[in-house]
Every structure is written in C-alpha cells, then in structure tokens.
C-alpha cells in the first residue's frame, strides 16, 4: 500500500484498514516515507526495503510521485499495479496525458499492468478483498461487473449486498490508461467463475474490437450495458469524468441491439436486471400470472401490474377455464377477482387457501412465470412474521413447478423483512422493490433469451 | 361498526383495534349479532340499540345484509356510512349493480352519503382516524390525496410515513356508488387543509364534469394523477376491478396536459411529486447545479445525474466564471471535476470545504435548484452519524439561500439513516431513491408552475 497512512481520514489508511478488517489472507506492507506503523503494520519507506516479493501494489500517493513508484515495482517484480491516484487524462491537460503514456511505457518494460489511474479498483470476495474502504464482503456468486466510474461500482456492490447479487469479480479501472474495457471483458468471458456480465461504460478506446467482443461473449455469458453519457451534456460530462469521446446514443442503441447486449438506462435497471440472470436459468417469461392482494386492496394493484406488463411487452393471458373453476372453489367470492391478474381479495394470510392457489396458478399451462405483490412491510402490520415465513415458504415450493418472483416496496425496512427477503433470494425467488422494475427487469431476460435462442437472431 | 367481531384476523376486529390503538376520540359503538364485548367495548346487536346518535358507520358485513343496515342508519340520523364490503358492481353481476342503485336511493332517503362500497375508506390523522387497519399515523399536512384502489391508496400512505409526505385526508372510494372522484376533488378543492392534490383513479362516471373541474382546481391546487389502465390489458383490469370504462391514454394524457394537471405513471412517480410540491413553494428549477461526490467516486454520479436530468428537459449549465474560480480556491485539483457537475472528489466530510462549496454553489446567478448525491447509506460507512449531521446542516443552510434536493439510494436502511432523512425533510430538504426520479418529479412541478405562470397556457 503505496501512500498508506495512519490518519484515519485518509484513503491510504481506509484501503489498508478495509484489507485487514475483512481478514484479507495476504501480507500486506505499508509504504509511507515516515516508516513506523501503520494500522498495527510496520511501514516502509521505500517499496525496495519490503523483503520478498511483492505482486499487487495499491497505490494512493499524489500524481507527480507516481514514476519512481512503477520504478520500484519492476525492482519488485510486481504484476499489477492499481491506482487510486487521480489528476492525470480526466484532468483534460498535457501533463496528465503524459504521465499515463510514461507509467504504461513502464508497465510494458517491467512486465506488469496497470488497473486505473483514477479508480477505485478490484472487489474480489473470493480473495477476501474489499472495494476500496467499503468494510463488507457480500458471498462469492456468478456476476462479474467492470466500471468506468468507481462510485457507480460502488453503488452495485451496495445493491448487490442488500439484495444479493453475488459477484465473482467487480473492478472500477477509471481511466483504464493500461487495461481498459475491452481487456477486462475478455478475462470476464473466460473466467470460470462469472457467468453473467454486467458493465458501467462511458466509452471504449476502441469501438470496433468492442463490439465484436460483446457480440462474441453474450452468445455465451448475458452481457448488460449501462452506458452514461445518452444524453449529449451528459456525453459532455463523460468527457471530463474518464476522457470518454461521445458515441452517439442512437450508435449505440443499435450496436448494442445487433449484438444481443441488454442495454439498460439506469443503475436500478442494471441492479435488477443482473439479478434476475443470477437467480433464473434460460427461459421465457413472456405470459405472467400476476396475484395481488394478499392482505387486501389487490384491485389497483391488479391494473398497475398489467400496466406495468403490457407496456414492456409481457403478456397477461386469460388464466385457462380450469384454473378459473379451481380458483373459484376456494377462494371466496366477495373482494375477490378470480381473472389475471388474480385478486386474493385479502384471504392471502390464510395458509391453505394460498398454497392451493399458487399450485392452480402454477399449474396453468397458459403461465410462463408468476408475479406475486407481496409488499412484506405492509403484511407485517397485520400478520406476524412466523405467518410470512410460511407464506414464503409456499412461495419457495411454487419456484419448483414455474419461475416465480416477488414485487415488495422498500417502505419500512425492518430487520424481519430483510430475513424473509434473504431467505427468498437464497431460495432465488427475486424480490424487486417495484412493479414497473420487475417488469423491465423479466422484459430485459425474455429479450436476451428470444435474441439468442434464436427467435430474433435473423 | 357495522359487523366488528372479536376475531383478530376479520377486518371488522382490525378496523376497531386500530382506531383503538391509534386513540380516535370519537365513541365507538362495535354492532354484531352476538352482542357481548368486543375489543372491550360492549357490543350491540344492532344499530339501533345504539344510546343516542351514529353520526359515521364503517360497514364489513356481506353484501346480501347491507340494505338493512341502512334502514337502520336513517333512524340513527347517520351522517356518512363507509362499506369495506365488497360484492357489489365490480363484480359485474346485475345484483351487484342493483343493490348499489338501492344503496343509493336509500342514501338519498334518508338525507346520508356513501363513501364505497368496495373500500378502505377515509384516512384522516387530524381526527386521529387511521386508513382501516393500518394502525399508524402520519403528521398532519398538505397533501389530499383520492384513490379507486385501497391498495394503493394504502401504499401511498405507507410511502407517506417513511418518506414524511403529510396527509391532509386520503379517501380509498372504491366503486364510489354514491360519493365519486368528482364529489371528493371538489371537497378537496375547497379544504383549507389541502394544498396539493394527489389521486388514483381508473376511470370516472362523468368525464365531461371531471375535466372541467381539474381545469378550475388546478389553477390554484397543484393536481397529480396517476391513472390505472393506460394499456389495453390495464384498461380490461380496471373494467374487473371497479368497473370503469376505458378512457384511452391518448385522450387522458392530452386532456390532462390541457387542464394543465400533472400526470404520472407510477406510484413512484406519483409520491415523489406530491412531496417535491410539499416541500417547494411556487418557482421554477430548470437550470439545475449537481454536487456529486462527497466521499469520491462522483464522476459516474456526474455523468447519470447530467443523463437522468437532461433526459427530462432540466439544464445543467455551465457555472459562471466566478463560480469556478472560487471553486478553485477551496477544492484540491485532482479527483475534483470543476465544472457542473460537480465532483468534490471525496472531500465532502470536511465540513469547511463543503460549507463553503455549497454557498458559492447556491451564489451562482445561473442556478435554479441544486441536487446533491449524498448517498447516506454509503458515507455512513466511512463517516460518524455527527459528521453526516452536520453536513446535512449545512444543506439545510443552503436551503436559505437556494431550493436544494437530495439523492440517497435506499441501501441499508438503519435508524441513523432514517433520522438523517428526517431532518432532512423537516427542513423542507428532499430526498429521493434515485437520480431519475428526482428529475422526474422536478421536471414535472417544472411544467405544472410553467403552465400555470403563463409561459406555456397560450
């Protein structure tokens, strides 16, 4: 740790403290001109005085020490070097553009890479390594995702922790002066252990080998773009965020589209729409049973969900006359309505009744896969959490005959509806926070599943 | 209470607990067969074994015993009578249709009016009554909002208590047999306690009077209406839930933009304006500044913020030269983008820096309104909840000088988040989930001050 440092405000102690504190396995050496110790570590002055080898080198030093740093590392035989460091091309001058062209002149010459300058870097939990100084690991999981932005990259670890995504790599390269995009994918594409590929881009050094890449990966692995900078001010922002040149939005759009990439326009699409690669294997969910009103006041949330459905292209399909007749055996008549979408009219709390259901609802061969508005925050005022628990656990068995997912407005976030939430995840019934996302996101799967088996691909 | 029973899983015991618990003032008088005591209240077998007047009656009894009930509310000289019960028109039976126009006739009889059937009915926390069984009361405010849908309606207020929209009155109407949308708009119209009006609807049974009145209301009340039922499929649930006839979605949006009321498209959307005009007194915030990065990683916010914005017409200009150069003087260069957006590279925490950031910010003549990404859940992780106290002080300083808004994903959501977020919008300061809808909900209070203020009602 290149620049570590013992007041807890800054970056070069936040890096070391995250390390030690998730129990990153690893020696770790703090470099500090001041040598002593550093978060309970003896520091040195000089990367030369460490003894042994040294092969991952965090760098957070101000730019214009940077050179004789990289001189150091070819001394030490180091492989990679990533930089926190920032104010080199993004800063828009010479001098910054220089320095890059300098420190990748030396990567070739020692034979390491660069990850950065002006990033916060690799999130592996596998290696028990942090993001930066976020203190928390989530589980290790199929997901890898690349950003541009650092914060963004950030932001998704947040989500993926709360919501579990599981991710196998995530790293934010900055200005990616060395390894850029297109070098990260190709590692994501052959890494074993990432199975669905998720992107912040703001730009490509080179659009061409681009596109082809992520033609040639989302054949295999669902690849899903979040590219800032649609808009042309916010294109112009790019530019001075990573130095990122404008590729017009339209390009894109269709570039994207021909090559079977999921482009999606918000970093809560992008969240969703990874997650529901995580949790459901190849298929299409293109007619939804939709089942409102579990506690009541289903009606309104019958017509937005069909709102929500039909606008992004899903079908809600007339259930089969069978499954109308079954329904109206059990449920009563009053409050309820027994079409799709299917209103419980309140009686969702009553075990058996919702269990039969959802078996009549899953057997429809008309039904692809099941929407259920949960909304957990607002069953807990009149049910306890036992009651829920079983509820979810019907919910669960239903995953087993058909693809299931659950729609649950954030509202009060209790820790109770953070433990049915996981055991649902863990049971990979997706819960989204609302119905419009959960639309797009199961929108977004179909299209990727249509495109590649074939349907579109002509 | 017409049907309360001592069963605590029956809206007729939920209904009664919760205006109980939430300490309603008025006396309450629980009717059922059984007689006997309910909820610890003694129970009369029938209303008119009440002592003295009724003056409003819940009523959660099936729908064949209803009529009764209201012969019983003509001799108590019953004012208003709300019906839980269901079973009535949206069932799409002529019975159901039929004791609705009896219902009604009645009511006209015996001088009373119907709010439903098919509803929760009336939520109103100046006279401590609770939306049916939710035994939760938010703050008295400004917004009125109506809703065809008690699940909605219940969402809203749900969202009301997390995110402190205060309710002057909601109104779940359901079929609205008697009362309907056009009755409840023009008693909001004229509430003084209503400021703002919100409402849910599917449809109504007098288009021509419902367009004329939104016309005249809005002039003076800022109008926000969701309507169910913009798609086909929609439209056909809406038929099943509470009978409404299609009005098409191109028609609706282009009479509503006439009328010069706001139209939304989600529950979402739907929240965050009724709270963005709670907050906001008349003006317009087209030329928005964006402070991005309070603890690093602010490029990527720059960039989305600059999309999700110029996405929906906001201006993000470029600062006035005065600005910059000041900005100059107080931000360390690297990690720091100086223009609009503005990244501050991480320094946010450091409350001199960010004082001042923000004053010369809110000082610049070409600046409407300033939206920041603080994103309290992740500077929690690196900051004490004093620190983020005192910078959200800072914020509410700004307010003085310049109508300010906040951008804080959900994440984690802990009690210190909560109550920084309280303060935040004790102070007027709002705080939205995400960049798009902060955009959204200003574009839309944008368009309805600039309808209004003339520019656009030529």
Redesign the interface.
Known sequence: MVGASPNP?K?GN?YLEALINVGFKGKLYPVNPSDGEICGLKAYSSMRDIPGSVEYVIVCI??QHVLSVLDDCVVKGVKVVQFF???FS??GEEEGRRLEREMVKKAREGGFRIIGP?C?GVYSPAHLMPYG????LGEVGSVGFI?????????VI??G??RWIHFSKVV?FGNGCDLDSVDYLEYLAVDPDTKIIGA?L?GTRDARRFFQLAKEISRNKPMIIWK???????S???Y???GSLAISDAIWTAVMKQAGVIRVD???ELADTMLTFQHFPPFLGENVAIV??LA????????????????VGL??PPFADETRRKLKAILP???C?L?N?L?M??VG?VLEILEKTMEIVAADPRIDLIIVNE?L??LL??LSKETLDKMNDIFIRTREIKPIVIVS?????STEMIALEKKLANARVTVY????RAAKAIANMNWYYRFHLGAEST
Do not use: W
């Not at 800032?228 to 916010?234: Q, R, Y």
């Open positions: 405000t970056f936040r101000p730019a460091t920032a104010g993004e800063t002006n916060i100084p976020m203190e928390m950003s541009q932005s650092g914060g963004h990259a950030g932001r947040g989500i922790l709360r934010s912040y703001e800032g900078g649609k808009t042309d001010p916010g112009e922002a790019a001075s965020h990573t918000s970093l809560e409102a009103g009541g006041g289903g009606g309104g949330e019958s017509v937005s969900s069909t709102d929500a459905c039909a606008s079908n809600v008549p009053a409050g309505i079409r979408p209103d009219g309140g709390g909304h925050d607002q005022m009149g407005s954030p509202g009060f976030v926070p609302s119905l419009d």
